[in-house]
């Protein structure tokens, strides 16, 4: 390098804000999708080039001494440039990793957002699926979430579109101010003799310059109160969000906590009326197996009972048949000797009365009536004849034989008779 100058001559490089940042990563989001490599290498010229004539008519003629932060027209070679290009390269790759983390962020509170918003919808199903009753209440806790989450949303809309007008605004400006740079500019290359119109036109540069720091320390203050603003906005939303999660988690818990009481309750009161359920039915099934048991017991007594009683029934019937035919047996013997004695008293009487026939033949009578005994052609015991006239024999009125089956009859005979 001319001059033996270094790199620490070279002008101070000024952080970017983050408008800048942001213009940028639309300038590198753009570049790769429109397809012109060329003219990005162009605009990244023309703003090498910009900040070199701000150095070089700011630096006074060659030679002379340059200021802090500033270089001379000598030191621009390749090697300052590529270096510098490089500087800012990195600048641009550290604002690309910032808005990167950023973005990063602000999907996390996004996602914490929605987090919250689907631990509010599980507790609220998780206490309509325990306690009906309570929906009201409930409802009423989802109404109040509902408004205060539609007031940040609205308030969050309010403040999105306030920062997109200033967004707007100080884009405007800036175009403003880079439409003005690049007339500047246009005037600057349009000159053929630089140094001779650097006097000229060194007191508006210096304006200008003196205005852009300004207006980028006026936005820079803008963006940074704006930052801090939506920062403690999102603070203290999130904390407002977790207060009101904390609290519905507690009313939750105590609810839950109160209906797990009362249904452990409840479910030990109904064991508790069941268990005596099933102790009484225990007892009754037992006095009833003891019941059962008994009249087995008794059904088999009463069956021993019954075959006992029908042995001894058929054991007296068979006495009794036995007694009977005895009866019956002595009954006919007696029949038979009574038979027998009316048999010998009727001969007896007949043979009497055959004699007093005999004795009486010359007696009269008008009718008569004889008792003999048959002859030996004639069955019987004794004939009973009665006649009209016994001398004149005048005729036989009647005649009756009396056999042994005319005496064979009992005195039971003769009372059911009579």
């Known amino acids: 390098m001319s001059g033996g100058t270094s790199l620490a001559n070279l002008a101070p490089i000024k952080p970017k804000t983050p408008n800048d940042a942001l213009t940028d990563r639309e300038a590198a989001s753009s570049s790769p999708t429109d397809g012109h490599p060329a003219k990005s290498a162009s605009k990244k010229k023309v703003a090498l080039g910009t900040q070199i004539a701000k150095q070089i008519i700011k630096g006074g003629k060659k030679g002379a001494a340059a200021g802090p932060g500033e270089f001379k027209l000598d030191e621009l070679d390749e090697a300052v440039l590529r270096s510098r290009l490089n500087t800012l390269e990195a600048e641009l790759v550290e604002y690309k990793a910032k808005c990167s983390r950023h ?52 308030n969050k809309k309010a403040k999105e579109l306030q920062n997109q007008t200033e967004i707007q605004t100080l884009r405007a400006q800036i175009a403003e101010m880079e439409e003005k740079i690049d007339q500047k500019q246009l005037e600057v290359n ?55 999660i904390k609290e519905m988690e507690s009313a939750a818990h105590e609810k839950a906590h109160g209906y797990l009481t009362h249904h452990i309750a409840t479910i030990n009161n109904e064991n508790e009326r069941l268990s005596a359920n099933l102790r009484h039915l225990i007892i009754k099934t037992q006095q009833l197996l003891a019941q059962k048991e008994g009249l087995q017991n008794q059904n088999m007594q009463l069956t021993r009972d019954s075959t006992v009683r029908k042995d001894i029934i058929n054991m007296r019937l068979q006495k009794i048949a036995a007694s009977e035919s005895t009866r019956q047996r002595g009954r006919e013997r007696k029949r038979r000797a009574e038979c027998e004695v009316r048999k010998t008293a009727l001969e007896a009487v007949a043979r009497v009365a055959e004699r007093s026939a005999q004795q009486a033949d010359q007696r009269p009578m008008s009718t008569s009536t004889m008792l003999r005994l048959p002859g030996p052609e004639r069955r019987g015991i004794a004939e009973i004849t009665f006649n009209s006239s016994a001398l004149g024999g005048e005729g036989t009125l009647a005649s009756l034989t009396i056999e042994d089956g005319d005496l064979d009859w009992s005195d039971e005979e003769d009372d059911q008779y009579l």
């Not at 918003?117 to 979430?145: C, F, P, V």
Request: glycine fraction near 2%.
């Open 103 to 154: 973005k990063q962020e602000n999907e996390w509170y996004r996602a914490e957002i929605e987090s919250c918003q689907r631990d509010t919808a599980e507790y609220i199903l998780y206490l309509e699926s325990k306690k009906s009753e309570k929906q009201s209440a409930i409802d009423s806790l989802i109404d109040g979430s509902k408004k205060d989450f539609d007031a940040f949303l609205e």
């Open 190 to 244: 349009g000159l053929s003799d630089v140094m001779s119109h650097r006097a000229k036109h060194e007191a508006d540069i210096a304006r200008l310059q003196r205005e852009m720091q300004e207006s980028e320390r006026l936005h820079r203050n803008e963006i940074q109160e704006l930052e801090r603003t939506l920062l403690e906005e999102r603070i203290k939303v999130q904390k407002e969000t977790d207060a009101k």
